[in-house]
Structures are given as structure tokens and as C-alpha cells.
């Protein structure tokens, strides 16, 4: 039996009245009317009347402690029920996870709690049936009393609500939570029952996960290098800035669009197969031409990579490649002219005619000192012009190699104040709260020769590596520049230990609080492929440095292990001219010539084209190989001709290292150049200085290498 309301109880009580009255009626009545029939003696009418009264009381007596034991028992057996239900509803109410309140829906009095809202809030039980809304909320708007009547208000009439809350605990510490609303009525009584989640470390994710998004999103729109995303169909999802600059179009207009319409070669039904292939193989580099708003047609080389999520994306970082492919062009016609150039070494040539095409080449070169009025009866006087031009066509070909082979490098007049002011304010934005930016600028830097993308990244990267640093504990970082002076008698050294030019020089300088790093990590933080807090999602310390040298800067950095650490960039502002303007100075290197047979082991194709430029330009026959497994295949076959080994550390299948174990253990005595973009301090922890023939820092310099090689060779 069920729990028994009082009406239930009071229908029960009627029952047993109304069996007790027909049956006594049913015995008076019925009994007096068969004994008037039977019996006419009026002494035997009295004692049968005592015996019927005696019974009568027997009988009802029995049916009425029948009836009342019966409803006794459905009473004990309805309030055991009760009981145990209404444990069962308290040991519910307490155990779950939820802070719960029970409120009168009519004046909004909290008429219950369980535990949980009592751990929660950190209320006594007869405190927390004695307090307001108000004094569970932030108190103002949209999270006051007043809000929160109107939710009740919405619950009684619309149905559960279901909403974010500030509130306030005891103490008045503030957390998030989640509220639910729901009406419900007992005994006909109007109640509101309130659900209450703590989320606060959710929504501390959240925040989390939104400023990271907000870096990624800055970075990726900073960067160099087009980025976008598509669905398997090839409808355009995002896309950053560096690829609306390419195209033409506004972001709102690409992601309008398919990569279909971008594509110059491939249709719609192309680009679903290529997606195809690349969501079977995991990723794809390849390179192809898409078509800008205005209908030109710009080469890309791409990177595209399936992601296994929302029912696959692809994600594709394009690099437009446009001006490299024009230049590579141009090289190599002019490496055929050169050749051709080369045959003029023989008067006879120089007697039958002029090479018009090299000619033109020349007088570009030499400053358009024109080569037109050449005689054969002259050509004695013009042949040091000759080697002269053609020498320099290769300290300038060269030169534009180097930086090429990395990234397009445009140099402008740069205003360097403006650039850092500019990348400090934009990070301020996305930085963690708990880091302050301080800026120091001065007024007197002159404007820079440089390149502005490439200049914005090492600002950027080096404020994003220093905000890792510090992580969510409190801190700064300050970002300075200045000028200044290096000179002779107080020389400046950079993270190598090497002195720096003397000059004049921008000095950028970003510190942090942060953790700092101890010595081992200072000198593997400029490995290419090195990752550690400090460089977690920021550019690599290597790529950050190239910029530096491809910009003939130098690079200083300090750091102890808890006590933070700065990085100061110097870049020349340079010297002045007859005019007063300043300008750089390059360096022209000298005219020595090497022979042989030099391995060059590379696994770049633009650094190892680079590379082998420079070595055929000084009179070297140049093997060449992109791993150390094929350095040791192309050595086996050419030992006897080969004079040295100039090889990268960092390659696929067998790196520099191993490959430098192997040819030693072939020919102890062979001459082995390292060339690395990280510095000889960290080359020489695995492989020692005394067994290495010389060392070259990467970008290839010419003069550089044409000391190095001289050095080797000549002492060696």
C-alpha cells in the first residue's frame, strides 16, 4: 500500500463506520422482526432480547477490532513506506554532486537545502534557510535579485531554465555555476526546485582556450605564409591574412568561395580526388597555381594535412613562390650565359664577334659600362673587365642565393619604432592578464634597411617565447629599444662569445620574470628542431636567428635558471657616405680559387643549390647528396677523387653527425666541413673541435666559405 494522504484516510475511517452501522441496523431490525414471528411469550420475548443484545455486542465487537486492526495495519504499513521514502529522498538529496534548493515560488523563501549546497556555499544548515538570493548572487546586473526573480518568474510560466550565474559564497568569493530551474507542486503547493553547478574551472578552460585561439589566431595572420581550411568538399572554412593579400580577396569572400575556384589546373571534381589522396596518406607538398580576385595567376608551393575531425578538414599552408620561380628562372639563364660567357676566353671567339646577350649582362653588372666598342684588336685591354665582371656577377649572385634560399626577402626603409610599438600594443591584447608589456621606446632611431615581415616576426616571437616563460604565474615583460654604440675599445660579444662589429646598431631588447633557463638550454634553444617551455608555440630560436644574420645583425642572450631572461637584437643602422646617408657595408670578399672534388651533403634543395653555386664559383667540382646515406653512396664511388666533405648536420634518414662517424671510419685523414645554423658550441658537444676541419655558419656567406675552404686546404 501506497502512502495515504489524509483524504485517503478519512474514505478508509467512513468505510468502517458505514460496515458497523448496516451491520448493527441489519442485526436490530432483522433479528426483531424473525422474532416477532417465531416467538409470542412475553418473558421468553425479554431473555431471548438479553441473549440477541449480548451477541450483538460479541459480533460487533469482533468486526469492529476486524475492521480497526486492518486499518491499523494498512496505517503502519503506509507510514513504514513513508518513512523509508522519504530516507530515500534525503540520502538522494544529499548524495548527489548538485547544490540543490527548494524555494516557495510564491515569495521565493528557501525551504530546504541539501549538503551539498551547504559544502558549496559554506553555509550552516539554519543560515542557509535564513538568506536571500541576493546574498547567493554577485549582487549586480545581470547577476542580481532582480534577474534572478525574473528566471523564477519564466520557470513558473515557460517551463525549466537552464543559465549561467555569478555567485557568492559565505565568505563573498565569487564562482561560476550553472543554475536549472524547474516548477514542481506538492500538495498543491507551488515550489521552485534550483539545481546549482560549480563550473568555474570549466569556464577557466574556456577562457584559457579562447585566448590560445586568440594567439593562434594573431599568429597565423602575422605569419609570412597563407593558412587555410576545408571541408572534404574544398569549401573555404578559414583563412589568415597573408593569403588575402595574396589573392586579392577579403576573408569574406573566400569563404564564400571552394578551392575550385582558386585552382588554375584543378576542376571541382580534381580537387575532391587530390583531398582524397591526401586524407589516405595523411598529408601532401605540392606545388600549384591559383588565380587572384583581378585574374592573374600567382604560383604556391603547399603543405596540406588531413585532420581526422568534424568529419575530416584539411588544413594548407601555402607559400607563394611566385617571385622564386621568376628567379630561378632568371639564374638559370644566367648560369647558361656564363657558360656561353666562358667560351669568350678564347680570342678567337672575342675576334669573330661580341656576345650580345652577355654583354647586356655585364654592363648591368658593372654599372652599364657598355662593352659594344670591344675590337678584337683590343680585346687584351678588355679581358681583366671581363674576369672583373664576371667575378662580381658570381660576390652578387651569390649573395641573392643566400637570402632566397630561405624566404622572398624584401628590403625597405623600415621604421623600427613604429614596427615594435605597433607588435606590443597588438599582443597586449592576447597576452595572459596575469603578464604586464612594459614599453620603452626611444625617439632617435633612424629608419633601417629590412625586411618589414620578417623584422615583425622576431618582435612578435620573441614577446610570445617570453609570455610562455612567465605562464600563468604573475610577471612582466619589457620590451626596449634603443641605439647604440659598439666600439673597439669596449667590444660587445654575442651568444657565441664572438665580438660584434663595431657600429652603430638598434638594440632591441625583451626581457621577461619568467623561468629562466640554465646552460644547457641556452645553447640548444638555437637548434632547429628544439622545443622547450620557454619556445613552446612561439617561432624556433633558429629560424629567429637567421632572420637576425640574414639582416647581418648579431644576437645576445642572458638567462639564469628562475631569474628570467633577455634577448638583445643589435642591427646595424650602418656608416655614413660622402652624403651623409648611411648605408651598409659588404664585405667583397677575395679572389682566391680552390680545385678538387668537394661531397656537399644538403638536404635543402635551395641551400644546396646556394652551396654548390658558391663551390663551382671558386673553381671546385661539387658531388652533391641530400642525406647522409647518399653522401656515403656517392663517396664509395668517388673516394679518390674527392678532396673534402662539406656537410649540413640536421637532415633526414642519416644525419650530419653519424654521417661524420662513418667517413672518418672510412678515411681518418679526410677533411670534413660542418655547416650548421646553430653555432659551433653545440656541434662540438657531440663531435670533437680537434677532429672537425672547419666550420661554416649557415646562411652560406661567399666569404665566408672562401676563408674557411682557403684555411682548410692551404694549413691542412
Avoid at 597565423?220 to 587555410?228: E, H, K
Avoid at 647528396?625 to 673516394?639: D, P, V
Wanted: one cysteine or more; proline letters at 3%.
Amino acid at each position: 500500500m501506497s502512502y495515504q494522504t489524509p483524504q485517503k484516510r478519512r474514505l478508509e475511517t467512513s468505510k468502517i463506520v458505514a460496515i458497523y452501522a448496516l451491520f448493527g441496523l441489519a442485526w436490530i431490525y432483522g433479528s426483531d422482526t424473525v422474532l416477532g414471528w417465531l416467538v409470542h411469550n412475553p418473558v421468553v420475548m425479554v431473555k431471548i432480547a438479553v441473549i440477541k443484545g449480548s451477541l450483538f455486542i460479541l459480533c460487533t465487537a469482533t468486526l469492529l477490532y476486524f475492521l480497526i486492526n486492518r486499518f491499523v495495519r494498512q496505517l503502519t504499513s503506509s507510514e513504514t513506506r513513508r518513512i523509508e521514502s522519504m530516507r530515500n529522498y534525503e540520502a538522494i538529496f544529499n548524495a548527489t554532486n548538485e547544490a540543490i534548493f527548494i524555494h516557495d515560488a510564491h515569495d521565493g523563501r528557501i525551504l530546504d537545502v541539501n549538503d551539498r549546497m551547504l559544502e558549496l556555499y559554506d553555509y550552516k544548515r539554519d543560515e542557509a534557510l535564513s538568506v536571500d538570493i541576493e546574498d547567493l548572487s554577485e549582487g549586480t546586473s545581470p547577476y542580481s535579485q532582480t534577474e534572478a526573480v525574473k528566471s523564477v518568474r519564466k520557470a513558473m510560466s515557460e517551463g525549466p531554465q537552464v543559465f549561467e550565474w555569478h555567485s557568492r559564497k559565505k565568505s563573498g568569493e565569487l564562482f561560476w555555476s550553472e543554475i536549472s530551474l524547474r516548477r514542481i507542486t506538492t500538495n498543491d503547493l507551488d515550489r521552485i526546485i534550483a539545481v546549482v553547478r560549480d563550473i568555474s574551472e570549466r569556464k577557466q578552460l574556456d577562457d584559457a582556450l579562447k585566448t590560445r585561439e586568440e594567439r593562434h589566431r594573431i599568429i597565423l595572420d602575422s605569419a609570412m605564409d597563407g593558412y587555410m581550411v576545408m571541408s572534404q568538399q574544398g569549401k573555404l572554412l578559414e583563412v589568415n591574412e597573408a593569403y588575402c593579400r595574396m589573392s586579392g580577396y577579403s576573408k569574406q569572400e573566400l569563404l564564400t568561395k571552394s578551392i575550385a575556384d582558386l585552382e588554375v589546373n584543378e576542376s571541382a571534381t580534381d580537387a575532391v580526388a587530390h583531398n582524397k589522396k591526401i586524407a589516405e596518406q595523411g598529408e601532401d607538398r605540392f606545388v600549384a597555381q591559383h588565380r587572384r580576385k583581378d585574374g592573374t595567376v600567382f604560383d604556391v608551393e603547399v603543405s596540406a594535412k588531413f585532420l581526422p575531425v568534424d568529419g575530416g578538414l584539411y588544413v594548407g599552408f601555402l607559400r607563394d613562390i611566385t617571385e622564386r620561380k621568376r628567379y630561378e628562372s632568371e639564374k638559370r639563364t644566367l648560369e647558361q650565359q656564363f657558360q656561353q660567357a666562358q667560351k669568350l676566353e678564347s680570342l678567337g671567339v672575342l675576334a669573330g664577334g661580341i656576345a650580345h646577350d652577355f654583354n647586356n649582362i655585364l654592363a648591368i653588372i658593372i654599372g652599364h659600362c657598355s662593352l659594344a666598342t670591344m675590337r678584337p684588336d683590343t680585346a687584351d685591354e678588355h679581358i681583366p673587365i671581363i674576369e672583373k665582371a664576371a667575378d662580381r656577377a658570381a660576390g652578387l649572385c651569390h649573395q641573392m642565393l643566400a637570402y632566397a634560399g630561405k624566404a622572398a626577402f624584401s628590403l625597405t626603409q623600415v621604421n623600427l619604432a613604429a614596427l615594435v610599438g605597433e607588435m606590443v600594443q597588438m599582443l597586449k591584447a592576447t597576452t595572459n592578464q596575469n603578464v604586464t608589456i612594459k614599453l620603452d621606446l626611444s625617439s632617435d632611431i633612424p629608419a633601417i634597411k629590412g625586411d618589414v615581415s620578417q623584422l615583425r616576426q622576431i618582435v612578435m616571437n620573441l614577446i610570445i617565447n617570453a609570455s610562455e616563460a612567465i605562464g600563468e604565474a604573475q610577471g612582466a615583460i619589457r620590451v626596449s629599444l634603443a641605439q647604440a654604440t659598439i666600439t673597439a675599445e669596449q667590444p660587445v660579444r654575442d651568444h657565441l662569445g664572438r665580438i660584434i662589429p663595431p657600429g652603430w646598431y638598434a638594440c632591441l631588447e625583451v626581457s621577461d620574470t619568467g623561468c629562466g633557463m640554465d646552460d644547457e638550454t641556452k645553447q640548444r634553444i638555437f637548434e632547429p628542431f628544439y622545443t622547450t617551455k620557454f619556445t613552446g608555440r612561439g617561432l624556433g630560436m633558429s629560424a629567429i636567428l637567421g632572420i637576425i644574420s640574414a639582416h647581418k645583425g648579431s644576437l645576445q642572450l642572458t638567462s639564469q635558471p628562475g631569474h628570467g631572461s633577455t634577448f638583445t637584437i643589435y642591427l646595424p643602422i650602418g656608416i655614413s657616405d660622402s652624403t651623409g646617408e648611411k648605408v651598409y657595408e659588404h664585405n667583397a670578399g677575395t679572389s682566391w680559387q680552390g680545385s678538387g672534388t668537394v661531397l656537399l651533403v644538403e638536404d635543402e634543395d635551395q641551400v644546396r643549390l646556394v652551396a654548390k653555386t658558391m663551390l663551382e664559383a671558386l673553381g671546385f667540382n661539387v658531388i652533391v647528396a641530400s642525406n647522409g646515406k647518399e653522401a656515403l653512396e656517392s663517396y664509395r664511388k668517388n673516394s679518390p677523387d674527392i678532396a673534402l666533405v662539406v656537410t649540413d648536420i640536421g637532415m633526414p634518414v642519416m644525419d650530419g653527425y653519424m654521417l661524420f662517424r662513418e667517413l672518418k671510419k672510412l678515411r681518418p685523414d679526410l677533411p670534413i666541413i660542418i655547416s650548421s645554423g646553430f653555432g659551433d658550441s653545440v656541434v662540438t658537444t657531440r663531435i670533437p673541435s680537434e677532429e672537425i676541419a672547419g666550420s661554416i655558419s649557415k646562411p652560406y656567406r661567399f666569404d665566408q666559405l672562401q676563408v674557411v675552404l682557403k684555411s682548410v686546404l692551404e694549413c691542412g
